[in-house]
C-alpha cells in the first residue's frame, strides 16, 4: 500500500477524490488537478483551487509546497519544516447583508456538518519556514462605502506580496511570525518596500519587536519612511484599527529613523496632501489624537533640530492641537521654517515666516512653549544672530486679521532692533 501511495496517478486520484467528498460536504468546488507526494524532497500540490459558498474564488495556488509535515491528532497540532506557496490567490470578502466573511461562512459550514456532535478542541499551526511568492491578496467589505483617501481596512487589495520568514505560530486568535522579508503594495498607495522583526497579532493588538520597516516615496522624487526599534498598538479588539486616531494606543520606542508624513496622512486622511520627512528618535507613547514623545531627537531640513520631550493632543488638526514642549536644546534656521508644509496640505502652502525672524538668523532655544500654534506662552533663553533673548512672552495671533500680540516679560543684555528691523533708527539695545 506505501508503495501504491507513491505513484502519482493515484495520489492525484485521491486528491481528486478528497475534493469531491469535501465539496459535496461544504456545498461549494475543492479541487487539486495534480499531487506529488515523495519519500525525500517536498510534497507539493498543484492547482489548489477553494471557492466560497457564493462560488467565487476564495483561495487558488499554482503550487503549495510542504516538507516534514506532522500531524498530532490527539494534541491538535500540526507542524511543519518549510511551506511554499506561488502564485496564489486569497480573496476574501464580506457580502451585503452577510454578519461574517466569505471564509468564516465555509468555515462554519463544514464545521455543522460534523455528526458526532463533540465540541471540536481548536487546532495548533507551527511552521519553522515560509516562503510566499506572488501573492495577490484582497479583503472588500460590501457593507462599507470605500474610502476615498487612505489605508482602508475594509477595502485591501494587494496585487503581489512577497512574505519570507520563520516561526509561523497560530493558536486560536492568535499569529506569531517572525519576518525576514514582506514586500507589498496596496491601492490605497502605501508602498512597503521591506519590513523585517518579530510579530505578534492578537485582539489585544499588534507587536513587532527589533523591526526595521521602509516604505516608497507617495510620489516621485520623495523619500519614504525608514523606521527601526520596537512598536507595540495596542487594542481591545482588531476592530479599533478602524479608528485609529483615538482607539489605538502606540508604545514605540524608535532608533535612528526617518519619518515621511505622507505616509502617516494614509493612516490620518486630514493630513492628505503632505510631503515632509523628519529625522527622528526617543519614545513614543499614546493614541494619535493624544500622543507623547519622551527623550526625543527631531532633525528637519537642513539646519533645524530639537531634543527634549513633547505632548500634542488634538492631532491630526493641528490648527486645533494642544502643545507642550520641553527644550533642552532646539536649533531653527529661518530657511528651514520657511519650507514646513501647513494646513490645508492639498494647497502645497509653505509656513510664511516674517522678514523680521529671517534677519534673526539661526536660533538656539532652550525652555518651553506652552499652546497652539496662533495662541501660545513660552519662557526660556534663546540665542539669534541679533543677539540673546531671555522671554516669559504669550503670543496670540487673530486669525482673521493676521495680526498678534505680544504680552510678558523680555530680557537681553544686547540685542540689535536695529537689524532686525532694517533701520537705522535704532541699535543695539540692552533691557531688562
Known amino acids: 500500500v506505501s508503495l501504491a501511495l507513491l505513484a502519482p496517478a493515484l495520489q492525484t486520484r485521491l486528491a481528486q477524490w478528497l475534493g469531491e467528498r469535501l ?42 509546497w510542504i516538507r516534514g509535515l506532522r500531524v498530532h491528532p490527539r494534541s491538535h497540532i500540526v507542524d511543519v519544516r518549510r511551506v511554499e506557496l506561488h502564485r496564489s490567490r486569497f480573496a476574501l470578502s464580506r457580502a451585503k447583508g452577510d454578519l461574517h466573511s466569505n471564509l468564516t461562512n465555509l468555515l462554519d459550514k463544514l464545521s455543522s456538518a460534523d455528526t458526532t456532535g463533540a465540541p471540536s478542541a481548536s487546532w495548533r499551526f507551527h511552521c519553522r519556514e515560509v516562503d510566499i511568492r506572488a501573492l495577490h491578496f484582497s479583503y472588500h467589505d460590501d457593507n462599507i462605502p470605500v474610502l476615498p483617501f487612505g489605508l482602508d481596512v475594509d ?146 531640513g537642513e539646519h533645524s533640530a530639537f531634543h527634549g520631550d513633547v505632548s500634542m493632543t488634538g492631532l491630526p488638526d493641528i490648527r486645533n492641537t494642544f502643545i507642550v514642549l520641553d527644550a533642552r536644546e532646539a536649533h531653527a534656521d529661518p530657511a528651514d521654517l520657511a519650507s514646513l508644509p501647513v494646513p490645508p496640505f492639498l494647497k502645497k502652502q509653505r509656513l510664511i515666516v516674517p522678514p523680521e525672524v529671517g534677519r534673526l538668523g539661526r536660533m538656539t532655544f532652550n525652555g518651553n512653549f506652552t499652546g497652539f500654534i496662533n495662541s501660545f506662552t513660552t519662557y526660556g533663553d534663546a540665542s539669534t544672530a541679533a543677539g540673546p533673548l531671555s522671554s516669559d512672552i504669550s503670543f496670540d ?36
Open 23 to 64: 465539496s459535496a460536504q461544504a456545498g461549494t468546488t475543492i479541487s487539486i488537478e495534480r499531487v506529488e507526494l515523495r519519500l525525500f524532497g517536498p510534497n507539493r500540490l498543484h492547482g489548489v483551487y477553494i471557492a466560497d459558498l457564493k462560488g467565487d474564488t476564495l483561495i487558488a495556488a499554482d503550487e503549495l
Open 155 to 300: 477595502h485591501v487589495d494587494v496585487p503581489s506580496a512577497q512574505i519570507l520568514g520563520k516561526e509561523l505560530a497560530i493558536a486560536g486568535d492568535s499569529v506569531c511570525f517572525n519576518f525576514d522579508q514582506l514586500t507589498l503594495t496596496d491601492r490605497c498607495g502605501l508602498v512597503l518596500n521591506n519590513l523585517t522583526g518579530a510579530a505578534r497579532v492578537s485582539p489585544k493588538g499588534i507587536r513587532v519587536n527589533g523591526f526595521h520597516l521602509s516604505t516608497g516615496g507617495q510620489r516621485r522624487g520623495s523619500v519614504g519612511s525608514e523606521l527601526r526599534g520596537d512598536v507595540d498598538l495596542r487594542t481591545h479588539s482588531l476592530a479599533d484599527f478602524d479608528d485609529l486616531n483615538t482607539k489605538v494606543e502606540i508604545h514605540a520606542r524608535l532608533d535612528s529613523s526617518r519619518l515621511q508624513f505622507a505616509d502617516v496622512a494614509l493612516f490620518a486622511p486630514d493630513m492628505q496632501g503632505v510631503d515632509y520627512a523628519i529625522a527622528l528618535r526617543g519614545r513614543i507613547q499614546g493614541a494619535v489624537n493624544d500622543i507623547k514623545g519622551r527623550h526625543m531627537d527631531l532633525y528637519f
Open 397 to 432: 495671533r487673530d486669525t482673521v486679521t493676521g495680526y498678534f500680540q505680544l504680552r510678558g516679560k523680555l530680557a537681553t543684555t544686547g540685542f540689535d532692533l536695529g537689524k532686525v528691523l532694517c533701520t537705522s533708527a535704532v541699535g543695539r539695545v540692552a533691557m531688562d
